[in-house]
Structure formats: structure tokens, C-alpha cells
């Protein structure tokens, strides 16, 4: 192993700086041997722990859609788009608070949807306060546009969104379209973006997103964020997933019925 103290080299042969430990007795300027270099086996994939118990007709609320907290420019644009599915040449995705609820079996089944895991974007219950978003997805299956409205409870900088919220908002609007083209579960492998602009608290913003190349498991994948009138790009960013088998994973919004 090469590399000096408190700097350990990985396989790749890039330093990666190290943590020093120190041992209480033992002089600070002993080297702390370092463990040899032993490849980990990767660690399983989360699995999802919520058990399926269908128990009172409480079926899953489709949030794609307007509330109290949506502002009257998030409404209009939300209607423009709507407008573009009436020809079929985009569709609109449900979108509820669990990955789970968008599976076709659930929708039948009806749940209880007490505690549990819910999807990151879905986590505020406040209407307004945090991510109001709806997804359409081109025929084509290789396009996806979301619509979103930053809520208060995304501030990073004052007054502005954070940029965890931008990228949050970015991997699922590829995310969605890469589900859509693999027609089955793709995870992120990777995520470029590039901040063009600050997203102000309360702006309505669009982001598009369109499958660039796939190429057997990888999809590669493009985004651009701008306010509704495209005056301003607010983000750019590239994408990668990759096809998994993984039942766990979400499902394609192709598998996901309209109710
Ligand atoms: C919103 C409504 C949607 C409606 C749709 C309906 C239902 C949806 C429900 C909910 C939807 C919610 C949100 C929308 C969807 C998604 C957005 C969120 C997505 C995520 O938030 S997801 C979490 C973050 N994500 C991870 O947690 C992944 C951790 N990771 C892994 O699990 C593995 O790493 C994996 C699986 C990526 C690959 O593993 P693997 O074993 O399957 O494949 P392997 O490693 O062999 O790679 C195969 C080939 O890809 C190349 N490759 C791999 N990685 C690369 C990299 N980084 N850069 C460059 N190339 C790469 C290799 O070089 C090789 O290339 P080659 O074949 O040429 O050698």
C-alpha cells in the first residue's frame, strides 16, 4: 500500500485522506497502521419494510394535483399543461406519498397508509410548505416535465431553495423519465448539475427532462430547470441510471395505472 500517514490510496490510486486515530499511551507520531485494502462486498439494496395490509378502504390520495397551497401561478401552469394531454401527446403521472402506492397492486388493493416510508418529496404534509410538483410524461416515453412549486420548508440560503431541493427535484423528473424508457426499475448512478441561478422561495419552476442515449442498462439523460417562461435557467444537469431487477425499486410510471 502506498501513501503516507493518514493518507491511504484506493484501488484507483487516488489519495483519499484518512481519519487519524490515536490510541491513548501511544505516541502521536507513531504511524497507526493501516488496515490492507480489502474490496467490500457491496451491501444489499434497501428493501422496503412497510407490509402490505389491505384494511379499510383508504385508497392512496393522488397529490398531482392543485390544493389550497398551490399559488395561482402554479394553478395556471398546471392547467396549460393538463391542456397538453388532451391530444395524448403527454400524460399526466399520479404521484402519492408512498413509492409503494404506485404499484398497480396497492391501487387495487386499497391500504392503510398509516406510518411508514414515504417518498422524500412526499415527506410535508403541509400544503404549500414543501415540494408541489406534477410530472407528464411525453408519448414518446423518453421525455418527462414537472411542474413545481418550491415551498418555504426547501429554504437553503435565505429566501432561496437549497440545492439538495434542486437536485431532489432534478432525479425525479429523470428519474420518472429513465423509469419511463427502461420500462422497468432504474436506480441513479450518477448526477451532474450545474447551478445557474437561485431558485426563489415560493417560485413556480419547470423542469425538462429527456432521455439523451440508452445504451443496454444505462440511460443517459438531460434536465434543464427554468421559470415558466423560460426566462431564466435555473439548473442544468446530465444523469445516469442504470436498469435493475430489483422489485424493490420504483416501479415504471408505464406500470402505474390511471385512476
Ligand atoms: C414521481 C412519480 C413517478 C411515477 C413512477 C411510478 C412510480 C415511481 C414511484 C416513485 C418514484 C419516485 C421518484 C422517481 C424515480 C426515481 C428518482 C430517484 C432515484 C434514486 O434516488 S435511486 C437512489 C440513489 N441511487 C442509488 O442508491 C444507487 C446505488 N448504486 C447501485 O445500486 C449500483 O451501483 C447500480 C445499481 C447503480 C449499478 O450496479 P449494478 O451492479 O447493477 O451494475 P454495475 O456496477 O455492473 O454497472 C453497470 C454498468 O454501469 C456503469 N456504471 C455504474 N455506475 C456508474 C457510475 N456511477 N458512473 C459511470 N458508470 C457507471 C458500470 O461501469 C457498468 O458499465 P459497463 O457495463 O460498460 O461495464
Redesign the pocket.
Known sequence: MGGGRGRRSNPAGDSIPQLCHRTPGVPIDVPVPTPPHVPQPRPP?PHCCVSLQASCSVSPQDLAVPNAGWSAAMCEQYQRLLRCTTNGSWRR?P?YRR?LD?LPEVLQMTVDPGPGPR?FLRNVDAEGAGFEYA?FLHASGRRTRCLCQVGPYLEGHQGFAHGGAIATLV??TV??CA?AAAKMSA????LSISYLAPVPLGAVVVADSRVEQHE???IFLSCQVCDTQRDTLYAEATA?F?Q?EDNNS????AA?PQR
Open positions: 439494496r403521472i404521484s413509492g404506485h417518498l410530472i432525479d425525479t428519474g420518472t423509469l436506480m441513479t448512478a450518477k443496454g442498462r444505462k445516469l442504470i435493475v420504483p416501479p415504471s410510471p402505474c
